[in-house]
């Protein structure tokens, strides 16, 4: 069965630095993978996704994925936070049966 | 602009009850997902569907069934309630050609079983 690993609960950046999410995934055949976000009081929203090719994916807020097969990870990457970026972020994992998974989310604390 | 609705923001219900939470999409999607979410366990799948009248277990099916008579609407149901399954349930959609993970999410239903 396919799993994913978000090893930080929380992730504290000052605004205006990079930031890293970090997801680790484990799944049979090829992975597809996403990122998802969640603010506070709202709906959970899609932010990127990972099928093939590059491995390098952009998506949306700035947000972008690097994906890296020979470490089975799939990290969340920004070149400069907002404070606005404050938020829980899930990333997830398709199996070829299309069950979807989900790791337990980290919450990204932008301070100004 | 894309829609997925949920029936109820909060819902509370006693021990046994059977319980019906309802999900529609406006986008016409094949894909339909239930999930729940609680704190520490991220999001957990408990059902989805590719099709009308088609389902699939996810990975915690116990104590749920569902129902997808028209390809808008997906409904879950607790056959009898319990406490352990107070949590917030989410509905997601999305279009096949997404490799079938969830596209757009539901504002979610908050359910209490007391």
């Known amino acids: 069965a396919q799993s994913v690993a978000q090893p930080e609960d929380q992730v504290n950046v000052a605004e205006g630095n990079p930031l890293t999410v970090k997801c680790t995934y484990s799944?049979?055949?090829?992975?597809?993978l996403f990122w998802y976000v969640q603010y506070p009081n709202r709906g959970l929203q899609f932010l990127l996704k990972?099928?093939?090719?590059?491995?390098l994916v952009k998506g949306s807020y700035g947000f972008e994925a690097e994906f890296n097969k020979s470490q089975t990870s799939f990290h969340l990457k920004k070149p400069s936070a907002l404070v606005s970026d404050s938020a829980l972020y899930f990333c997830?994992?398709?199996?070829?049966?299309?069950?979807?998974?989900f790791g337990d989310g980290t919450t990204l604390t932008v301070k100004p | 602009d894309v829609k997925v609705t949920q029936s109820s923001r909060y819902l509370v219900k006693r021990t046994g009850e059977k319980v019906f939470l309802e999900c529609v999409q406006d986008?016409?999607?094949?894909?339909m997902f239930w999930y729940r979410q609680d704190p520490g366990l991220g999001l957990r799948l408990i059902y989805f569907?590719?099709?009308?009248?088609?389902?699939e277990k996810g990975d915690i099916p116990e104590g749920y069934s569902v129902s997808r008579e028209k390809k808008e609407r997906f409904s879950l149901i607790l056959e009898s309630a319990s406490t352990n399954q107070t949590s917030m349930y989410l509905c997601?959609?999305?279009?096949?050609?997404?490799?079938?993970?969830?596209?757009?999410f539901g504002p979610g239903t908050r359910l209490t079983v007391t």
């Open positions: 990972y099928i093939t090719g590059d491995n």
């Open positions: 569907s590719y099709d009308v009248k088609m389902k």
């Open positions: 799944v049979s055949g090829n992975p597809y």
């Open positions: 997830a994992v398709r199996d070829r049966t299309g069950k979807s998974t």
């Open positions: 986008m016409d999607h094949e894909n």
């Open positions: 997601a959609s999305s279009p096949p050609n997404l490799a079938g993970g969830p596209r757009y």
